[in-house]
């Protein structure tokens, strides 16, 4: 457990495309930790991040940073190097669960993980013979480059401004259904949210516009469903080798099987986003959430090895 008197350093902003959110994230951990009585600084991580840390006397890192260099194991790995303990999952955990194409071979003999029928496009190659599908890069988060296709000529757009974001590109069967998401706190389920967009696609603009979705917490649906998403959920957690907080995102086939999607380990952490959501049906608020994620920073000792 963190002792009192330590500095937090609360890590946002960054160099991924999921900047702003981040930013909006690190705010709302600042507010939270500073109501809880933490002296708390913002640093917004750059390729200084190094010397930001050692000139502000950080003792702990609260992180609060989405996309590549804060979400995908680096910065991770560099406040293990300093020694500083920070929230969150590992190095591997969080490069594993960075990669959609990854997390998903690696969780794909799971009995209690349902995945959808995929395939792996790269520079070059044919178009699979997936329609409807969902065309997303393999690397990313926040919606960025995904796409709903029907059409052949759809996929082929959307593959291509997917490439454009990352080397690989995901394509995967359409599932018509509710999205529901679980998140995970210290390998324990919170309850199941339902999201519900205007649109029905649950998009950027969906996400991050105000009154364009709608959330259900608890959600209302059959207690198979939610029981086989907290397991699932709980199963990817442990499989990955998560740490604190992560959340799981599914959808849901009309015999009522979740269908895992992917899981985030560092998932938006405002006062309104879906894991606070989800620990406040539970009567946690958002402060006394960020505090506990807060007391499971970690970082190795150099007798453990690696």
């Not at 995945?115 to 190659?125: H, N, T």
């Not at 393999?138 to 052949?152: D, F, L, N, P, Y």
């Not at 959340?247 to 998932?267: H, Q, Y």
Request: hydrophobic share 45%; glycine share 10%; aromatic share 4%.
């Amino acid at each position: 457990m963190v002792e009192r008197g330590r500095v937090v350093g609360v890590l946002m902003g960054g160099l991924s495309t999921e900047r702003e959110i981040s930013l909006a994230t690190g705010q709302a951990v600042i507010a939270a930790l500073r109501e809880r009585g933490w002296y708390t600084i913002g640093i917004d991580v750059g390729r200084d991040l190094p010397d930001q840390l050692r000139a502000n006397r950080i003792d702990v890192a609260w992180v609060a940073l989405h996309g590549r260099f804060g979400e995908d194991g680096c910065v991770q790995g560099l406040l293990e190097m300093l020694g500083i303990p920070y929230t969150g999952s590992g190095v591997l955990a969080s490069a594993l669960a960075m990669d959609k194409i990854a997390t998903k071979r690696h969780l794909q003999a799971l009995p209690e993980i349902t995945l959808a029928r995929d395939a792996v496009v790269r520079v070059g190659q044919p178009l699979p013979d997936i329609l409807p599908c969902v065309v997303k890069p393999a690397v990313g988060g926040s919606t960025i480059g995904i796409a709903k296709c029907t059409t052949a000529d759809e996929l082929e757009a959307a593959v291509a401004q997917a490439l454009a974001l990352d080397a690989q590109v995901l394509v995967e069967e359409l599932i018509l259904g509710d999205e529901i998401t679980v998140a995970v706190v210290d390998g324990q389920a919170m309850p199941v949210v339902r999201i519900l967009p205007e649109s029905g696609f649950f998009d950027f603009e969906a996400k991050y516009t105000k009154g364009l979705t709608r959330y259900e917490v608890p959600a209302a649906i059959d207690s198979h469903t939610w029981e086989r998403a907290q397991s699932a959920a709980v199963a990817a957690y442990e499989a990955i080798g998560c740490s604190g907080l992560a959340r799981a995102d599914f959808m849901v086939r009309n015999d009522g099987e979740p269908v895992f999607l992917e899981i985030n380990t560092l998932p938006g952490m405002t006062a309104t986003s879906l894991s606070p959501m989800a620990a406040g049906a539970t009567g946690v608020s958002f402060p006394e959430l960020v505090e506990k994620i807060l007391h499971g920073a970690h970082v190795m000792s150099p007798e453990q090895g690696s």
